[in-house]
């Protein structure tokens, strides 16, 4: 049986290029605080995200969403939970990945090394190596909206920023 045909230029359509990715660094309530502070670019799919403008490279998903994210040592993401499964792979550096309602269990990943966290279990990760590293994340169809901790939410509103009815990052004034 012959194979799905597929012109080269509905294959561009499908591919990402490294160079080409849009990074953003506000796609998420928690990257106000500077210990959380990253880039992120979507790769496949409209995965969970709080800034509606950070598009993703190649918009059709089966399924999944792939997100790169790119942190310096020390920095990385705070507890959140997504209804998916969300899977980590180290691309450059060390992670610990964290999880747990209050973070209290942990795991080093090394390069290349891979963690997949169930749905709805609260999780966080931290670059652990100098300089800046990227981190994949693959996440399963619903990845959102995310869910924050109330300390989460708190620590944004005393800085002036809130969630609204869309799940986007917006200054309290709006």
């Given at each position: ?24 660094e ?6 106000l ?55 980590f ?6 992670w ?14 090394g ?6 966290v ?57």
């Amino acid at each position: 049986m012959p194979s799905n045909e597929f012109t080269q230029a509905q294959m561009r359509g499908r591919t990402a290029r490294f160079k080409d990715l849009k990074f953003g660094e506000v796609a998420c309530l928690d990257t106000l605080f500077p210990e959380h502070a990253r880039k992120i670019a979507h790769v496949i799919g409209p995965a969970a995200c709080e800034d509606p403008a950070l598009c993703p490279a190649i918009p059709e998903a089966e399924d999944f969403h792939i997100v790169m994210i790119c942190a310096e040592q020390g920095k990385g993401v705070s507890l959140h939970s997504h209804p998916c499964v969300e899977v980590f792979m180290s691309l450059s550096g060390e992670w610990t990945i964290y999880w747990g309602d209050e973070g209290e269990h942990k795991s080093r990943l090394g390069l290349h090394d891979t963690i997949s966290v169930p749905a709805g279990i609260m999780r966080g990760f931290t670059c652990d190596t100098e300089g800046e590293h990227l981190l994949l994340a693959i996440n399963g169809e619903n990845s959102g909206p995310i869910e924050w901790p109330a300390k989460t939410l708190e620590d944004a509103k005393r800085q002036g920023y809130k969630l609204n009815a869309e799940e986007f990052v917006t200054p309290i004034s709006d």
